[in-house]
């Protein structure tokens, strides 16, 4: 094992690229107990039996802070074995908090859009666990054979938070660059992804998103996509780095009080009103799907509340504001669903008609 110089180093590196991310916080993390943090991802972050993983390297630094305490949640606790045990692994080290909510092979198209007993949606998992965060690890298996470009992908996460906070209003989510910045679009994710985090971030629900970790192909992994021990300390010095502004609890309000000498002001002060209350969007109606050569018109109504909507026809979907997309897919069917700060609305599906066919869609 490497000694913790090396970690120790690359942490504090990292922290000094966030020390901004919980500067707007309204929100107390760990008054009530330690924070609850979900970490959901794929094989990077489940490890394979025999690995430390990076939660490993995550956990023992955040204990070594003073002024935070960490509960990982989550619904499995062990390692893949190749041969299809999903896990039932070890770990090189087992003194650590090991509950997670990753897979080998996870794909965040998965848990949004074919949710099962290994792959359950976001929504579930914060009902089910409560976390203070969600640190989100996924991506790599979506880029590599889901979503043709990172601008498709990032539609996906808008509604991987838009669903996580429809569970919980003021969960905060760190979002993970990847570090397997040799395999296709990655480059172009990590580019967009602190725009995409500052888009989605508000002052009670904060999304903060984690450096590059530096990986060199083939000395910080031992394939193209999976990390060596070196790989994982990198990897859990940038979650680290940026999950520690999150996980600090909030000094005490001051309250402050009048002098005796010192009357208390008279002038009147404008109160803020609260913001009004968001509810979750109506599922779209008069959903039609009208398939013209290798493209797919997807157009439907407005639906009350919503912001943007998201049209998916087979694996391939588009994130608009209007009331019209146009995805490239040979698909037989298409579905669409409004979201906005509150949530998400159910899908309406329809059967995909070819041009010049006739009739309407039917709702499915």
């Not at 989100?136 to 938070?161: H, K, M, P, Q, W």
């Not at 797919?296 to 407005?302: F, G, H, P, Q, S």
Request: glycine share 8%.
């Amino acid at each position: 094992m490497k000694t913790m110089a090396t970690f120790a180093a690359a942490l504090a590196l990292a922290t000094g690229l966030v020390t901004t991310a919980g500067a707007a916080s309204t929100s107390a993390p760990g008054v009530n107990g330690p924070s609850r943090v979900l970490i959901v991802g794929d094989s990077v972050t489940q490890g394979r039996d025999g690995d430390f993983t990076w939660r490993y390297f995550a956990w023992r630094a955040l204990q070594q802070q003073q002024d935070v305490s960490v509960d990982f949640v989550g619904n499995r606790t062990g390692t893949h074995v190749d041969g299809g045990h999903l896990w039932d692994g070890a770990y090189a080290d087992p003194d650590f908090d090991q509950d997670h909510a990753a897979r080998w092979g996870m794909s965040m198209t998965e848990m949004l859009h074919s949710p099962s007993d290994v792959a359950p949606t976001i929504g579930s998992l914060v009902a089910a666990y409560d976390p203070d965060v969600i640190v989100e690890t996924l991506g790599i298996n979506d880029l590599s054979y889901v979503y043709g470009n990172a601008e498709d992908f990032a539609d996906e996460v808008r509604l991987f938070v838009a669903e996580a906070r429809a569970a919980k209003a003021d969960v905060d989510v760190v979002l993970g660059a990847l570090p397997q910045t040799w395999v296709g679009d990655v480059p172009d994710y990590n580019a967009l992804l602190p725009t995409l985090a500052s888009e989605l971030s508000r002052p009670e629900s904060r999304v903060a998103a984690t450096p590059v970790a530096q990986w060199v192909n083939g000395v910080d992994t031992y394939d193209p996509a999976h990390p060596t021990t070196s790989g994982q300390e990198k990897l859990a010095a940038v979650v680290t780095g940026t999950l520690r502004p999150l996980v600090i609890p909030a000094p005490p309000a001051f309250t402050p009080t009048s002098s005796p000498s010192q009357p208390a002001p008279t002038t009147s002060v404008p109160t803020t009103q609260p913001p009004a209350h968001v509810e979750v969007p109506t599922t779209p109606r008069r959903v039609r799907a009208i398939a013209r050569g290798k493209r797919i018109v997807v157009t439907w109504r407005a639906s009350a509340h919503a912001t943007r909507y998201v049209a998916k026809c087979g694996t391939r979907g588009k994130s608009v504001t209007g009331i019209r997309a146009v995805v490239r897919s040979s698909a037989g069917r298409c579905k669409v669903r409004a979201l906005n700060d509150a949530g998400a609305s159910p899908w309406r599906t329809v059967v995909v008609r070819r041009s010049g066919q006739g009739g309407l869609n039917r709702r499915q």
